[in-house]
């Protein structure tokens, strides 16, 4: 993660951030471990906080929109209802119907699940799912996650910094305990659903 944050710096960790967040062919990126990665740099001194927080907070932002575009304009035609059949017809009414009633708490709540996030927005626009509202969602989740994260990231480090602790030295067990969470949590469930269903 180090190499990858000084290898790209602060553009490619932008852009990392954009497409994670609406294409779900970045659903792979690691986005949740590199907001605290980058919060933890910006305590010792490698980004100036309020920068680096406005542009992960564009690029997130951004990057929802681009994807529920690129739903829109693909995937209304991948699942046309004119030309589908009966199938697609009603998958497309059953997305829309998903869409209306929980779209924001998606937008919002699936923010924070990786792989999950990259491939919401994406479905939101082939759902047709009314900008305005999309928006609003977006901004607010955009808000909590990629402002959210790396500021938890930069108190964190601030304090481990004035514990007397260097934060060089932790930032890679801290993140690898963050990537391992992200990777068990999901599994021990689909364990746990796999049980169940037998």
């Given at each position: 993660?180090?190499?990858?944050?000084?290898?790209?710096?602060?553009?490619?960790v932008?852009?990392?951030?954009?497409?994670?967040?609406?294409f779900?062919?970045?659903?792979?990126?690691?986005?949740?471990?590199?907001?605290?990665?980058?919060?933890?740099?910006?305590?010792?001194?490698?980004?100036?906080?309020?920068?680096?927080?406005?542009?992960?907070?564009?690029?997130?932002?951004?990057?929802?929109?681009?994807?529920?575009?690129?739903?829109?304009?693909?995937?209304?035609?991948?699942?046309?209802?004119?030309?589908?059949?009966?199938?697609?017809?009603?998958?497309?009414?059953?997305?829309?119907?998903?869409?209306?009633?929980?779209?924001?708490?998606?937008?919002?709540?699936?923010?924070?699940?990786?792989?999950?996030?990259?491939?919401?927005?994406?479905?939101?626009?082939?759902?047709?799912?009314p900008?305005?509202?999309?928006?609003?969602?977006?901004v607010?989740?955009?808000?909590?996650?990629?402002?959210?994260?790396?500021?938890?990231?930069?108190?964190?480090?601030?304090?481990?910094?004035?514990?007397?602790?260097?934060?060089?030295?932790?930032?890679?067990?801290?993140?690898?305990?963050?990537?391992?969470?992200?990777?068990?949590?999901?599994?021990?469930?689909?364990?746990?659903?796999?049980?169940?269903?037998?």
């Amino acid at each position: 993660m180090e190499e990858l944050i000084g290898t790209a710096g602060l553009v490619g960790v932008a852009l990392i951030v954009f497409f994670e967040s609406g294409f779900p062919f970045a659903f792979w990126l690691p986005g949740d471990s590199l907001l605290l990665s980058v919060g933890l740099f910006a305590a010792s001194g490698r980004f100036d906080l309020v920068v680096l927080l406005i542009v992960l907070f564009s690029s997130s932002v951004a990057g929802v929109a681009a994807g529920y575009a690129t739903g829109r304009l693909v995937g209304a035609r991948w699942l046309d209802p004119d030309h589908g059949g009966e199938t697609r017809r009603k998958r497309l009414l059953q997305a829309q119907s998903f869409y209306v009633k929980h779209g924001g708490k998606a937008l919002v709540l699936g923010r924070f699940v990786p792989a999950v996030r990259s491939f919401i927005p994406f479905f939101a626009g082939i759902a047709r799912m009314p900008a305005r509202r999309l928006m609003f969602y977006n901004v607010v989740g955009g808000a909590l996650w990629s402002m959210g994260l790396p500021l938890v990231g930069y108190y964190g480090g601030a304090w481990l910094h004035r514990k007397g602790i260097d934060i060089d030295h932790l930032i890679l067990p801290v993140v690898g305990s963050i990537v391992a969470v992200f990777v068990i949590v999901p599994l021990v469930q689909a364990v746990r659903e796999r049980v169940r269903a037998r």
